[in-house]
């Protein structure tokens, strides 16, 4: 049984202060997701828009004297094989070439296209014979067989420097011997703000440490028009340094990261943490698995004994204009290993004082799944650890994004604390401004906290904020922060421009702003299948046997929001967004 959340004096003073105002953002349905402007730009990546018409000029190679020299001498639109089975060690360097982008040159195994995955479809080890991976989730191989070329060096495999371009990888293992260190296994850096990488593109390889060896990124971006698909990028990961699959902080964009297996210790994907004279815009991260492995987790009975350091699924120091959408990110831990618990960071950080200039705006997160961790997404102004201040974060859209298994235990005694969405800000630096948090569904148990945290203070108010349609677990406090209010205090006292309705809280009879709906537990909320909030069906029930047999009576909470819908996320479209990711 549903219950309209009832009404208490303060609570009556505090819908008249808020009720007169709405947020206003743009609207733009062909540029903006609600505040939240979307990539101008994006990479495309099709194999006939890369074109290498003078196709193969030689014999696949198979030592690495002969790819480099090949590599060296190749005309812009060849093709070089390196032979299938065959392992070259060595630090291949790319030279610089007038190629363009009807002469690219594709560095590739031997195998012949129907030996691979097609294309648009993801490489995983089988392709390399490996038939699965300890600790991982399981993948297709009925008949695993080597069918591509592997680079392999101690330091980085292939590394690029300056305006390296209109290079393509298919069908490559890349990692560094057993024993041995790497920095970064693909590594495009930038030279400068105008000598950068571009038009390179990495796909359907895979990209990987060994299990116990440090190696800090799996593929470094750091230009133009790069993209990562169709890859798995494993074993990221390395004692006393942060370690990314992913990893970026300098260069303009647009960047494409679809498709892929991801691991890093640190995070899967991250942007920024160092010093950068640009920023890069226009990304599109679709449809990835980010993971971390159990026998990463120093409380895991598997654990293999190494303590690299963690801390997040995906997180963004320098980044704008980013569409992060039908991607799959599972399990985020805290405490011992360096993190907090939280699965998503977003928020521009000016590292070592060297990027003042950095930026984190225009995020769109939408259509996800956040998936056994012990936080949800944290969006953050913060001076950095040697107190230099980067540019407002502003413009965020969060919506229709299923949080399964948000708890507390995961985070251990880190800050997350089962929290699903944190902000954070100070009178030292504008706090994140332009906020929307709509239609999602976040099922966090056994939070002492709540579901709502804002680090900050009446004096350095979050501006522009929309709280509504969500459905959500309450925790033990509901809304807390603003220098130890909590309730409607701490909305009152640290929101300028609130809109906070529609939203079903979950496990609580207790009263909140009026518009919203207090629900005292999983069964009156009507889902098809609540399975103890983990790995669930949470679509809501619109009828008997309607939309499963499961279903007996209508939810409560069905076409109920302020735009006609259901309440929470459009499971319906996660499910379509993230199909076939994990």
């Not at 960071?345 to 950095?358: V, Y």
């Amino acid at each position: 049984m549903a219950h309209k959340c009832g009404l208490t004096p303060i609570v009556v003073a505090v819908l008249i202060l808020f009720s007169s105002t709405s947020v206003a953002f743009p609207d733009d349905s062909s540029r903006f997701d609600g505040p939240a402007e979307l990539p101008r730009v994006y990479v495309n990546t099709d194999l006939k828009n890369t074109p290498s018409p003078l196709g193969a000029k030689q014999p696949p190679v198979n030592t690495f004297k002969a790819l480099q020299a090949a590599v060296k001498n190749a005309t812009c639109g060849e093709v070089i094989q390196v032979e299938a089975g065959a392992t070259i060690t060595g630090n291949l360097n790319l030279p610089v070439k007038p190629c363009n982008d009807n002469h690219w040159i594709i560095i590739r195994t031997s195998a012949a296209d129907s030996e691979l995955p097609k294309e648009g479809t993801r490489l995983t080890p089988c392709y390399a014979g490996v038939r699965s991976l300890p600790g991982r989730p399981a993948y297709p191989c009925p008949s695993p067989k080597n069918v591509m070329a592997k680079i392999a060096w101690r330091g980085s495999p292939v590394v690029s420097h300056g305006a390296v371009h209109h290079y393509r990888f298919i069908g490559i293992e890349f990692t560094h011997p057993v024993g041995t260190s790497a920095y970064s296994l693909l590594s495009f850096q930038a030279n400068g703000p105008t000598d950068i990488p571009h038009h390179i593109i990495v796909d359907r390889c895979w990209v990987h440490g060994n299990a116990t060896g440090n190696t800090q990124r799996g593929v470094l971006l750091n230009g133009s028009y790069e993209a990562v698909i169709d890859s798995t990028i494993t074993d990221i990961h390395q004692v006393g340094a942060d370690s990314q699959g992913i990893n970026g902080w300098t260069g303009t964009g647009p960047f494409k990261i679809v498709n892929n297996f991801v691991e890093g210790w640190a995070s899967s994907i991250g942007f920024g943490g160092a010093a950068s004279t640009t920023v890069p815009y226009d990304i599109e991260i679709r449809k990835n698995y980010l993971f971390k492995p159990l026998s990463w987790n120093m409380t895991d009975p598997t654990y293999l004994g190494f303590k690299f350091n963690t801390k997040v699924s995906f997180e963004s120091k320098n980044s704008s204009r980013v569409l992060f959408e039908g991607n799959i990110l599972e399990n985020a831990w805290g405490k011992l290993q360096g993190g907090d618990g939280g699965a998503v960071w977003l928020g521009p950080k000016n590292q070592n004082n060297a990027c003042p200039i950095c930026e984190v705006n225009d995020i769109t997160f939408r259509y996800n799944i956040i998936r056994h961790a012990g936080a949800g997404i944290y969006v953050f102004d913060a001076r950095s650890d040697t107190g230099g201040i980067a540019q407002p974060a502003k413009r965020y859209s969060i919506h229709d994004n299923l949080f399964d298994d948000i708890n507390e235990v995961y985070a251990d005694s880190g800050t997350g604390r089962g929290i699903l969405f944190r902000l954070a800000g100070s009178t030292r630096f504008s706090p994140p401004r332009d906020i929307l948090i709509q239609h999602n569904t976040g099922l966090a148990g056994n939070s002492s906290f709540g579901f709502l945290f804002l680090d900050t203070s009446p004096d350095a108010p979050i501006v522009n904020l929309a709280f509504k349609d969500n459905l959500i677990s309450n925790g033990k406090n509901g809304v807390l922060g603003c220098k130890g209010h909590n309730g409607v205090s701490v909305l009152e006292n640290c929101v300028q421009n609130l809109s906070f309705t529609g939203n079903v809280l979950m496990e609580t009879t207790e009263s909140t702003l009026s518009g919203n709906f207090s629900s005292p537990d999983a069964s009156s909320v009507g889902f098809v299948d609540y399975h103890k909030g983990s790995r669930g069906d949470y679509r809501l029930c619109k009828g008997s046997d309607n939309p499963s047999q499961s279903c007996f009576a209508a939810s409560p909470y069905v076409y109920r929001s302020s735009d006609g819908r259901d309440l929470g996320a459009d499971i319906n479209a996660v499910n379509r967004s993230t199909a076939g990711v994990d």
